[in-house]
């Protein structure tokens, strides 16, 4: 069985039983964050329909989601925009307001983004659980 990480595209698994949180059957999310605490096994989706909810895989032998794609989580030079986790006001210019991932910042889970509108910034990438930003768009390799 693979592992599952931060940035893996997933769909439903074989143990699925959440209905249409994920925007039906076919639809594809992105993991945003490993294992809750005291939730071995569990992993935050946010779908392509922007819900974002926890589910498992392999936890007590069940698996919720199924990894389509693995892929890093961010990379300088991927577009980003608000997370789940988003707290920040309009630093960003407001909703729907794209970046770029120009550095890691100096703590492990913090990223640097300089925004459309100029402003540049440190944002959670996982820091306690918390994720201020999706990845958009991945920059080429």
């Known amino acids: 069985m693979l592992r599952i990480?931060?940035?893996?595209?997933?769909?439903?698994?074989?143990?699925?039983?959440?209905?249409?949180?994920?925007?039906?059957?076919?639809?594809?999310?992105?993991?945003?964050?490993?294992?809750?605490?005291?939730?071995?096994?569990?992993?935050?989706?946010?779908?392509?329909?922007?819900?974002v909810q926890a589910y498992r895989y392999n936890?007590?032998?069940?698996?919720?989601?199924?990894?389509?794609?693995?892929?890093?989580?961010?990379?300088?030079?991927?577009?980003?925009?608000?997370?789940?986790?988003?707290?920040?006001?309009?630093?960003d210019g407001g909703a729907g307001s794209f970046g770029v991932v120009t550095a890691r910042a100096t703590r492990t889970e913090w990223i640097q983004v300089r925004w459309d509108n100029g402003s540049s910034n440190c944002y959670r990438f996982g820091e306690q659980g918390c994720y201020d930003l999706t990845v958009h768009t991945h920059a080429p390799s």
């Open 59 to 91: 936890n007590e032998d069940c698996y919720d989601l199924d990894i389509v794609e693995s892929r890093p989580m961010h990379g300088v030079g991927d577009r980003v925009t608000r997370g789940p986790d988003w707290k920040w006001g309009k630093q």
């Open 5 to 51: 990480h931060c940035g893996d595209r997933v769909r439903r698994g074989i143990d699925w039983k959440w209905g249409d949180q994920d925007g039906g059957r076919g639809r594809l999310g992105t993991v945003v964050a490993l294992a809750p605490s005291g939730k071995t096994g569990w992993y935050k989706v946010q779908w392509d329909s922007g819900e």
